[in-house]
């Protein structure tokens, strides 16, 4: 049976993934995404409440806009449904443990849905841009760092995170002179290293270049990109981050175990 603070969690989470869209289009207009109201990219109608329920309005309309019927984005509902998702997760990994009290397991959820927040409005803008903004890089490293410190209950921890995702990095950028890779890459990969912890951030590297290698190799199989065509590297390094989080544990494990190290030795 879902419990009630999963569902809270999960509508929360879609509210949440609404607003995010909202900042992601106006970005570039930080004013805007409080005194203007929505309206649609193509006839400029201004929209209704009830055209702009989370999820439910896209579905109810077929995916088009009500009063000129062209095509709504697909990022509007993959936002609020990836938002929703992870907020769901996050909200089960601290508070379905038992572990944390409540003022912790309220700070760390804090740490998440900031994090959450930073990573999908990063992950469209450099998906879209092909840029980093420095503000969401820097509230995405509070976030992580808030959530990390909690979560993990070591300093330490987090710092080894940190520090083990950001160095092969940063060895990448500024050698190259940002030539290779972007200084906000360097950011992103020092977040995104204190949210999954020690050692984990092996995993989280090891998964970022292998996703990022996939994509690219068949972007350029299928003739969609080149040797030297220029592709946002922060996205993989997202979800490079979400795998580590995830299934890193058990992925640390099974690979000390298949070279014969035992899983103390790294202090998994």
């Not at 992870?86 to 601290?94: A, G, K, S």
């Amino acid at each position: 049976m879902v419990e009630v603070g999963t569902i809270i969690a999960f509508i929360f989470g879609l509210v949440f993934g609404s607003f995010l869209n909202v900042v992601i289009y106006r970005y570039d207009q930080w004013l805007s995404i409080l005194k203007d109201r929505s309206a649609c990219t193509h006839c400029k109608q201004q929209l209704r409440w009830y055209d702009l329920v989370p999820l439910l309005s896209y579905v109810t309309l077929g995916g088009k806009c009500r009063y000129c019927r062209k095509p709504i984005s697909w990022q509007y509902p993959v936002v609020e449904l990836s938002a929703a998702a992870l907020i769901v997760v996050f909200y089960n990994r601290i508070f379905e443990s038992g572990i944390f009290t409540l003022p912790l397991g309220v700070l760390a959820f804090i740490g998440a849905i900031v994090a959450v927040g930073a990573m999908i409005v990063i992950f469209f803008h450099d998906l879209y841009e092909q840029m980093v903004p420095d503000l969401m890089a820097y509230i995405l490293l509070v976030g992580t760092v808030l959530f990390s410190v909690v979560y993990y209950d070591s300093l330490l921890n987090t710092a080894l995170g940190l520090l083990v995702g950001v160095a092969p990095i940063a060895l990448i950028v500024y050698p190259s002179k940002g030539k290779w890779m972007g200084e906000g890459d360097v950011k992103i990969a020092a977040a995104l290293g204190a949210l999954v912890g020690y050692p984990n951030a092996f995993v989280f590297l090891v998964s970022t270049f292998l996703v990022g290698g996939l994509f690219g190799s068949l972007a350029i199989a299928s003739k969609q990109a080149k040797l030297k065509t220029a592709i946002p590297f922060v996205p993989f390094m997202i979800v490079g981050a979400l795998i580590a989080f995830f299934w890193g544990d058990q992925l640390v494990t099974w690979y000390l175990g298949l070279i014969g190290i035992p899983t103390y030795v790294i202090g998994s």
